[in-house]
């Protein structure tokens, strides 16, 4: 026998948990979510109801899925949509000065600011914590996404009345629970009436995956930044990586091919048995060119050639030698030596 009622204040009793588990402070505001989209909606749809007279947003930088396509809803809202310009290829002074001259020509009822902590292809970090406390204090409230790759690096427990933040943990897995944290100002309606059915295992499971988020420090950056140079070195200019100076989450190495398709060469490496990917549309089956990295600072022809290769297969024995010999067999076919 099944009766569909749940045990009054269960959600309560979750979030309540959840807190403990995570040691999340008394004065920040949790919330489940059946998934990481319905959770960005609620968090940028509910403060723009709070405050309805202002009608512009800000992105910092180009986003990827799924916040640009909320940012295009809010466009065709009649909000207007700024772009805090985001070039991954310059140095972090460079982007600070960039970024605040930006920042002081966003419109007077600018509500918040909408960003993603990491680009998902390249796994580099977008500059928020440069211009953080600024956006802050032109009483802008921030709204920022935690995918499971930027959870190697932190988990960022909103510090202020004015943030609130998005973890996806669960992101591919069967389960798609997401967690929202919410500074005390970011008190807003939630778009569905009443409540998800939000389950104990998934609730456990969620603090479970943040807390096990293995971080990538300094020994896994010797050994991406070690192969990325020996390969780069062993030809003559025809392959790319990115800058030095480049702040990123240390569970991969990136290339940038001259001459090869991306999506080839990704796939010659899967099936040897390495774990790889790229930006290259075909590798996506997406019928246009990524929309996101040429607004990034990144070339039309390095998402096109880019490669993508986990840290942990770096490390086999033959990872170096296996990837020498594919970029030469495709670079020989288009004609680049």
């Avoid at 982007?95 to 600011?113: A, P, R």
């Amino acid at each position: 026998m099944k009766i569909n009622l749940s045990e009054f204040e269960k959600s309560e009793k979750l979030k309540l948990k959840a807190k403990t588990l995570l040691n999340i402070p008394d004065n920040v505001l949790i919330d489940f979510c059946v998934d990481s989209t319905l959770a960005l909606n609620q968090a940028s749809r509910g403060i723009a109801e709070l405050f309805p007279h202002k009608r512009s947003i800000a992105t910092l930088g180009a986003l990827p899925q799924p916040l640009n396509k909320i940012v295009k809803e809010f466009t065709k809202q009649g909000f207007s949509v700024q772009k805090l310009g985001v070039d991954f290829k310059k140095n972090q002074e460079e982007q600070k000065k960039s970024l605040l001259t930006e920042l002081e020509g966003l419109k007077k009822d600018t509500l918040f600011v909408f960003a993603s902590l990491v680009e998902p292809i390249t796994a580099l970090i977008y500059p928020l914590d440069l211009i953080r406390e600024e956006i802050l204090n032109k009483n802008i409230f921030i709204i920022y996404y935690q995918s499971p790759t930027s959870l190697l690096e932190s988990f960022r427990i909103p510090q202020s009345p004015l943030e609130c933040g998005i973890y996806d943990p669960l992101w591919g897995k069967n389960v798609t629970t997401s967690l929202m944290l919410k500074g005390e100002r970011c008190q807003f309606e939630p778009l569905i009436w009443s409540e998800s059915e939000i389950t104990l295992e998934n609730v456990e499971l969620v603090c479970e995956k943040i807390k096990a988020s293995v971080k990538k420090g300094y020994f896994e950056e010797r050994i991406l930044l070690d192969f990325e140079i020996k390969v780069k070195n062993a030809f003559s200019g025809s392959v790319e990586i990115l800058p030095m100076s480049a702040k990123r989450i240390n569970d991969r190495v990136v290339f940038f091919v001259k001459g090869v398709n991306g999506d080839a060469l990704a796939k010659e490496m899967m099936a040897m048995g390495f774990e790889c990917s790229t930006a290259d549309a075909d590798f996506w089956h997406e019928p246009k060119i990524n929309s996101w990295l040429p607004e990034l600072g990144f070339s039309i022809n390095e998402v096109q050639t880019s490669f993508i290769m986990s840290v942990e297969d770096v490390q086999k024995p033959e990872a170096f030698d296996k990837l020498i010999f594919a970029i030469k067999k495709y670079q020989k076919i288009s004609g680049v030596t």
